[in-house]
């Protein structure tokens, strides 16, 4: 099966006031839908932008696994393991909150910030919180997340080049920048859109632009 998401039909939230506008892709805060809680152990992928000054004010994680994509901007991230750091695109941001952790991001630049937050179910619950950041993670290099049974590679094809989907039992695609279509003449994918494949082999991504593709590889 293979499921097209588009970005205008993504739920809005934030506080445009504050400077914070989020899209989620599934049930969020006070957005409820029973049909949309979660894809295999994907709870959440969340694109915000922020403004120059805005940001999320610390607040408290438990038992999720916290990958953070950045697309244009510089986030800063502090968090209550006494960890501090600036996370720019093409770097990756992995925060396991484990039994608990409490973090801030905000976008501390001049520049307007936007970046993908994908929360991940964990395998088992507990354990003592851990953050990982890759600095300009290569081009489908693969990103194991043996906690949550994932994995996720970043691929940036130019104009005319395929990407080929991973075979696993689910795989979510997100495109975070440019135009991808699913295969020869395919649906059109544009920035914001997500499609996700459960138990069959899913086409190849065809590039239609420069563009910026997240591919999680996930167990059932």
């Known amino acids: 099966m293979i499921s097209v998401h588009r970005a205008d039909d993504r739920f809005q939230g934030g506080d445009r006031d504050a400077g914070i506008l989020s899209r989620h892709a599934f049930s969020f805060g006070t957005f409820y839908d029973p049909d949309n809680l979660r894809f295999g152990p994907v709870m959440a992928v969340n694109e915000e932008r922020l403004a120059p000054g805005a940001g999320f004010e610390e607040h ?21 393991t006494g960890r501090a ?26 520049t307007p910030l936007t970046f993908v937050q994908m929360w991940l179910a964990p395998l088992e619950a507990g354990g003592e919180p851990a953050y990982t950041i890759v600095p300009g993670l290569a081009d489908a290099a693969p990103y194991a ?9 970043v691929h940036r094809p130019a104009t005319g080049e395929r990407v080929a989907l991973p075979a696993a039992p689910l795989v979510y695609v997100h495109v975070a920048a440019g135009s991808v279509r699913l295969g020869d003449g395919g649906e059109a994918l544009g920035p914001g859109d997500s499609v996700r494949i459960t138990g069959e082999a899913g086409p190849e991504l065809v590039a239609t632009g420069p563009a910026e593709v997240l591919v999680w590889e996930l167990s059932a």
């Open 60 to 80: 408290p994680h438990s038992h999720t696994e916290i990958v953070t994509w950045v697309v244009e901007g510089e986030l800063t991230h502090r968090d209550s």
């Open 85 to 110: 750091t600036v996370v720019r695109p093409g770097d990756l941001q992995h925060l396991s909150a484990a039994s608990g952790v409490r973090h801030v991001e905000r976008n501390d630049g001049d």
């Open 145 to 153: 997340l043996p906690a949550a049974g994932a994995a996720l590679r």
